[in-house]
């Protein structure tokens, strides 16, 4: 089945070492997505992809990198991750940008705990 | 700006009771997208519903419908006979369709309890 592909499921990191999560999808869509998802939070989005065009948001720090090396592929780099850093990632895609095919379909999400 | 509200931050049904979900909204496009996405304790935000701002007509899939009016700004969610398999998180969220604004602006998301 096509799908979001989120590896691996739990990471466990410790303070300030580097931590890299990894998104897959066989959808082919265009647009990718990171979300952090804080415990009872609504999901917040850090940035995206439409493409190969980046997209942070004013809000995310520096500390969260992202690449995209193809189509199918999403990386989320945490460069010095911060007990505020525990969290779910979400990894989401969408076929294009808003508009009348944009529902975002999501991974399953990685669960980070920063020891 | 965006905004979406679900003041219910959790409900708690017997099976097979109906539950509605609220759901209101502000923005100030004239186009917009609104959504209905589940969250199960698993952790994967599972889509349910899309409504376009220029289609008012309610929607039913099964068990769940929904009721979007724009006089109102409200989209909300009713499940009818309610299952212990509903139990989940369920987040509202909007999309306008200006520019480059790719962003989904979520709810706070309303936990649904539902006991055998």
């Known amino acids: 089945d096509a799908m979001v592909i989120q590896n691996p499921r739990y990471q466990v990191t410790q303070f300030g070492k580097p931590v890299t999560l990894s998104c897959s999808q066989t959808l082919n869509h265009n647009v990718m997505y990171w979300y952090q998802q804080k415990s009872s939070q609504a999901p917040k989005l850090l940035f995206h992809?439409?493409?190969?065009?980046?997209?942070n948001e004013a809000d995310t720090p520096d500390n969260f990198q992202s690449r995209r090396p193809n189509t199918s592929f999403c990386f989320l780099d945490i460069r010095s991750p911060g007990l505020g850093d525990a969290a779910m990632y979400l990894c989401?895609?969408?076929?294009?940008?808003?508009?009348?095919?944009?529902?975002?379909?999501f991974g399953p999400g990685t669960r980070l705990t920063v020891l | 700006a965006q905004k979406v509200t679900q003041a219910q931050t959790e409900i708690s049904v017997v099976e097979k009771e109906d539950v509605t979900l609220d759901c209101v909204y502000e923005?100030?496009?004239?186009?917009?997208?609104l959504f209905w996405y589940k969250q199960p304790p698993s952790g994967e935000l599972v889509f349910l519903i899309r409504r376009n701002s220029f289609d008012e007509q309610n929607e039913i899939s099964g068990r769940y419908s929904w009721n979007f009016q724009k006089s109102t700004s409200s989209f909300n969610f009713t499940i009818t006979a309610s299952q212990v398999v509903d139990s989940a998180v369920y987040f509202c969220?909007?999309?306008?369709?200006?520019?480059?604004?790719?962003?989904?602006?979520f709810g706070k998301g309303t936990l649904l309890t539902v006991n055998p």
């Open positions: 969220a909007l999309s306008e369709s200006g520019g480059s604004n790719y962003k989904l602006t």
């Open positions: 989401a895609t969408s076929r294009e940008k808003p508009g009348q095919y944009n529902e975002q379909f």
């Open positions: 992809y439409y493409d190969k065009d980046f997209n």
């Open positions: 923005t100030r496009d004239t186009t917009y997208y």
